[in-house]
């Protein structure tokens, strides 16, 4: 019997070999942090006060599905009061230096599955702009912006499948300004009020599903295009970053922002930040982005993913970001960053929350 044999070009092995180099002289430059053990079994949720040095697992009280159902892309908030999380039928609150882990829970009276924080309270909406608002130190959750969908269809009159099939503007992400004013990404329009949503104006067109951020009196939003800033309040709005690809993130860091752009030509995800207002934008972050030999394999289909920067927090004094391997911190403003050690758990990403020294890490595991 002739024996067959598969012969690989010889391009494609130094590439593999490179690569391979390349990751292993990467991390051979960082020094893991060493990590506490585990308080409990869940592994739902994980907090940190010491900047990701140790670890306590407070999954203890949330319903045992979510370590396989996971929680909704922004169904989880952390702010001076704790962490929020809402699913399933319920909505749920940890206090943030709670010495045990302990979870108050209430039965959420719709079926709104995204929470973010406001100036008065916590709002909750779908996608369809179905809102929902619990006011600080109640236990009440109140509709508001009845007539958001009314406003939004008259002065936006693009067709699209949502305005179709339910005559509605899909609504991606809501911001409330701490001068009470709000702001919705809905469809390819930025709706703002400036009237508790008695009425609403057009104030950007063409940015996509945009996610929102302020500091200082000054707002800055992701864009298909880029990243966008405004200095009064929302009512216009300038690029500041359009060649770097789409804005996927932004956040408040101390002294200014950071973003993240996915560029489509790579496929990569990078991370830049400001410290004059979002004027102008630094990249930082070299250490994690994926090889030029990765990419490549990536795209001649020999790499089926790429392990993308999805997320960046200030945490006291780190920045930390997460990719779908792993959390890793900087505490030089992004110059180094060094891999931080989590329990062990199974992992296809991780969803940050920070307020102040506190961070929460939860594994994805579901939608």
């Known amino acids: 019997m002739k024996k067959s044999f598969v012969f690989i070009p010889a391009v494609l092995l130094v590439l593999i070999l490179l690569n391979s180099f ?16 585990s308080a409990g079994t869940a592994h739902i949720i994980f907090r940190s006060t010491d900047g990701g040095q140790t670890w306590q697992d407070i999954s203890e009280g949330l319903p045992e599905k979510l370590q396989k159902e996971g929680v ?14 809402r699913a399933g039928n319920g909505f749920y609150h940890s206090e943030p230096n709670a010495a045990t882990s302990f979870w108050t829970q209430e039965n959420f009276p719709g079926r709104q599955r995204n929470i973010t924080p406001g100036r008065d309270g916590i709002f909750a909406y779908d996608f369809r702009g179905q809102f929902l608002q619990k ?68 104030v950007h067109a063409g940015g996509g ?32 970053i359009r060649e770097e690809g789409a804005g996927i ?14 560029n489509p030509e790579t496929q990569t995800n990078s991370v830049h930040i400001s410290l004059n207002g979002g004027e102008t934008w630094t990249a930082i972050g070299d250490d994690l982005l994926p090889s030029w030999g990765s990419v490549f394999m990536k795209r001649i289909g020999l790499l089926q993913s790429l392990p993308s920067i999805s997320s960046i927090k200030q945490v006291g004094k780190y920045l930390v970001c ?41 594994p994805n595991k579901g939608c």
Do not use: C
């Open 209 to 240: 599903a945009m996610k929102l951020t302020a500091s200082d009196g000054v707002l800055v939003a992701t864009s298909k295009e880029g990243i966008l800033r405004s200095t009064d309040d929302g009512q216009n709005w300038e690029y500041v």
């Open 249 to 262: 993130a932004v956040e408040r860091i101390d002294g200014g922002f950071a973003a993240i752009l996915n």
């Open 22 to 37: 390349v990751l292993k002289e990467k991390e051979a430059k960082k020094k893991p942090v060493k990590v506490g053990k």
């Open 135 to 202: 006011a600080n130190g109640t236990g009440n959750w109140s509709p508001v912006y009845g007539d958001f969908q009314h406003q939004a269809m008259r002065i936006d009159t693009t067709t699209d499948w949502m305005t179709r099939n339910y005559h509605e503007k899909i609504v991606h992400n809501v911001f409330e300004t701490r001068e009470g004013t709000v702001l919705v990404s809905s469809n390819n329009v930025l709706f703002r009020s400036a009237n508790k949503g008695k009425t609403w104006e057009p």
């Open 72 to 85: 909704w892309r922004d169904g989880v908030f952390a702010n001076d009061h704790g962490i929020y999380l």
């Open 322 to 362: 997460s990719r779908a391997d792993g959390i890793f911190r900087s505490a030089d403003r992004g110059k180094t960053w060094q891999p931080i050690t989590l329990p062990s758990t199974e992992k296809y990403g991780f969803s940050l929350s920070v307020s102040g020294n506190v961070m929460y890490v939860m």
